[in-house]
Nanobody, 128 residues
Framework: QVKLVESGGGSVQAGWSLRLSCAASGYSYSRNCMGWFRQAPGKEREGVAAIYRPSGSQYYVDSVKGRFTISLDNAKNTVYLQMNSLAPEDTAMYYC?????????????????????WGQGTQVTVSS
């Protein structure tokens, strides 16, 4: 089994930055693919960023390209999401997720169903 624990959320003003952390434990093969998703009230869960650990390949949804960066610290079994220039539309519950294999990074959306393990979420609120 894989356990994922997110931290780092909070309430900030537009233009500020936050860094989310996801501490992972469990069988490493089951978390070869690490992703960050978000879900705002009344909206579907959206893939924000993902990274394939063996190759370092990364995915970003268009709305965060140039502002968000996903990274790994393999020694700490932790994946980060650095979020800069935050905007009110970034307000959501952010979830860390893991899978053995990454879904295709070439589509418009990151396939939620590919991820087997989920954290409990951390809230990010951005005020204007």
């Amino acid at each position: 089994q894989v356990k994922l624990v997110e931290s780092g959320g909070g309430s900030v003003q537009a233009g500020w930055s936050l860094r989310l952390s996801c501490a992972a434990s469990g069988y490493s093969y089951s978390r070869n693919c690490m992703g960050w998703f978000r879900q705002a009230p009344g909206k579907e869960r959206e893939g924000v960023a993902a990274i394939y650990r063996p190759s370092g390949s990364q995915y970003y949804v268009d709305s965060v390209k140039g502002r968000f960066t996903i990274s790994l610290d393999n020694a700490k079994n932790t994946v980060y999401l650095q979020m800069n220039s935050l905007a009110p539309e970034d307000t959501a519950m952010y979830y860390c997720a893991a899978a053995s294999f990454c879904p295709s990074f070439s589509g418009e959306k990151l396939w939620v169903g590919a991820f087997n393990y989920w954290g409990q979420g951390t809230q990010v609120t951005v005020s204007s």
